[in-house]
Every structure is written in C-alpha cells, then in structure tokens.
C-alpha cells in the first residue's frame, strides 16, 4: 500500500510538472470569453478534460499498439522523410495550432491601431473556448498519460493522480489568470512561452515520427531545455522592466531640470 501511495504522489507531481505549458494555455484561451464567464470557462473545460483524458487513458492502455504503428510514410530520401504514428501526428497537429495561435495573438498586439485596456479579449463564444480547452488539453495529457504507465500499471492510481491534477489545475489556473490580469506586461512574455510550447511539440512530434529534414534526424526538445529558456526569458522580462524603469525615471528628473 505503501509502494501505490509513493506511486501516486510521484504522479501527482509529474501532472503539475508536465501541466505548466497546458496551465498557461487555458488562462490565455479563457480570456477569448466574456469576462463573466471565464472562470466557469476555465473550470467547465479542465472537469471535461479530466474526463476525456481518463477516458484516453484506458484508450490508450488497451490500444497502445495501434497509437505506435506506423500508418503514413514519406519517402523523399535526403529532401524529407518519416514513418508517421497517430501519436505522432497529433502531437504536431498540437503544435502548429499553438504556434498559430501564439503569432496570431503577438501579431494582435503589435498591428492594431487603437490601444485600450481591457481585461478581456471577448471574441469568442463559451462553447468554442470550452472545446478548445478540452482538445488541447487532451494533446497536452498524451506524454504526461504515457509517462504514468511508464511508472505503473495500477488503473486506480492513474485515474486518481488524473484527478487531484485536474483539480490542481482548476486551482492554479485561476492563480495564473489572475496574475496576468494585474500584470498584464507578462501577456507577452506568457505569448512568447507559448510559442516556444508549440516548439517542442512539433520537436516532439517529429521526434515520434522519426522525421528527417535534408538528412537531419529531428531531435526533441527536452523538458529541462524548456524551463531553462522560460527562466532565461523571465529573467530578461524582469530585467527589462526595471531597466526601463530607471530610463522614465532619468528622463523625468531632466524634464524637471530644465
């Protein structure tokens, strides 16, 4: 009993560590609804996908096989090539959609013309945003679900740690989205990140596909590579920040000198 306690605690911590690209995901997605219905947003798309992904979880135990085995091939030697799975290719359908929507999204707030605050970009429905919370949180669950069976075979404490993540999620996306509220300078930086998940997807996938560019293996990159380059990227965030601070600051004490 001990050993399945152990188990599910490492588990639980694996979801919250593999959750961070997802976390930040949902927050900026919830913000497409309208501002009244963002938590329910947030909290309705996270319980479906704990349902969904539960769901992928005895999918995947049972037809594990049939995710793996190759079931398109690209044979342009030294130009492209590849053995495609179906694991493989949702993983980078995943990935040009966070990249489509991360340069979507940057590319928002450097052409429109007329900058208001607002604490909400309202353009979507509550029906849509909810769908493509669940969708991508179900791309997002596949190395987290893959990895748990790696660790064990037990159902129950798979289906469990699946839980109290999901739970967890709830909770600290409303954490996450309430400090980008207040902070709404680190939007960008949270775009950018993003950008870099959808990096490591389509590295990820092609990994998984075996994919070749001109006669150069696709190399995945590694979860440790990714927090490495988020903390260099906040670093440089905070840096800026005061950096540019101090400048407004010298520049206000020569308005006055003068």
Known sequence: ???HIITLFMLVMLQAVLGFDNLLYISLESKK???ERQSFVRKMGI???IVFRIVLLFVLVKLISYFQDPVLHI???DVIEGHFNIHSIIVLIGGVFILFTAMKEIWHMVSFKNFTISNSKSNGSVSSVITMIVVMNVIFSFDSILSAMALTNVLWIMTTAIIIGGLLMIWLSEKVTEFLTKNRMYEVLGLF???IVGIMLLTEGGHLAHLKLFG???VPM???????VIVILVLIDIVQGRYQKKIMKAQELNKDEF
Do not use: H, N, R
């Open 216 to 218: 150069e293996e696709i």
């Open 33 to 35: 609804a309208p501002k």
């Open 47 to 49: 319980g479906l996908a």
């Open 1 to 3: 009993m001990l050993d």
């Open 222 to 228: 590694s979860k440790t590579t990714f927090y490495f």
């Open 193 to 195: 990140i993003l950008f």
């Open 75 to 77: 044979p342009f030697t």
